[in-house]
């Protein structure tokens, strides 16, 4: 079993690692051989979108996933607590011998296109009747959080647009892993974007207290 990287965050600000996050640690690991296999002896750009705490951008650098060839991890918030709470967790763990560039950012807005070889999204699945406005100032804690969990109208309008950018944001042997929540509809979600040409594998699912989460991977066919 991988080591679980140690967190310490300001949960008023950022959100605290739950079953999601675990369940994808247990994901990533699953998925390590087949990761070093697809990118062996190559430099790997490595994504996360929506670091929050870092726990999953720090157990990638600490577990070197995909591989040890010295990938480059970008981890890309638009919160600004997140991002120091990910450089914090870094430090904490021993990983400042890892390339991270921390990037205050709106999705995958700042990506060069096609250049992601593995991206990691949990995003915030829970529906709402919107998704919430960024915050005007830093100090408006709450409203930081909820940017993090609240996914608008059944939970997928931050989701969907990462799905629709998905084409330019991976490279050509890129991978994708993002988190669904039953509610989302993932089997649909997952069907659609099969007849748009892309393979999508259910990679593992869990119930988490009253909710059933799952993890689809996703590589152009």
């Known amino acids: 079993m991988l080591p679980t990287p140690y967190i310490k965050c300001d949960y008023e600000t950022v959100y605290e690692p739950c079953e999601d996050s675990f369940l994808v640690l247990d994901c990533l690991e699953q998925e390590q051989s087949f990761l070093q296999t697809r990118f062996k002896h190559q430099l790997a750009i490595v994504c996360e979108l929506g670091p929050g ?15 040890n060839e010295g990938s480059v991890y970008l981890a890309l918030d638009i919160s600004p607590w997140a991002l120091e709470a990910t450089q914090n967790t870094q430090k904490r763990n021993g990983c400042q011998n890892r390339y991270l560039s921390v990037i205050q950012s709106d999705l995958s807005k700042c990506l060069r296109r096609n250049s992601t070889d593995l991206l990691v999204f ?73 007849q748009q040409g892309w393979s999508v594998d259910l990679i593992i699912n869990r119930k988490a207290g009253w909710e059933v989460l799952s993890i689809y991977r996703f590589t152009r066919s």
């Open 53 to 67: 705490s870092g726990i999953v951008t720090t157990f990638l650098m600490q577990n070197d996933i995909p591989n």
């Open 122 to 194: 949990n995003p915030p699945y829970v529906p709402a009747e919107q998704v919430p406005e960024r915050p005007s100032h830093e100090d408006d804690k709450g409203q930081w959080l909820d940017l993090a969990l609240l996914g608008g109208e059944d939970g997928m309008v931050v989701t969907q647009e990462v799905l629709n950018q998905l084409d330019t944001i991976l490279s050509q042997e890129g991978v994708a892993y993002i988190l669904f929540c039953a509610r989302n509809k993932p089997e649909q979600v997952a069907e659609k974007m099969k």
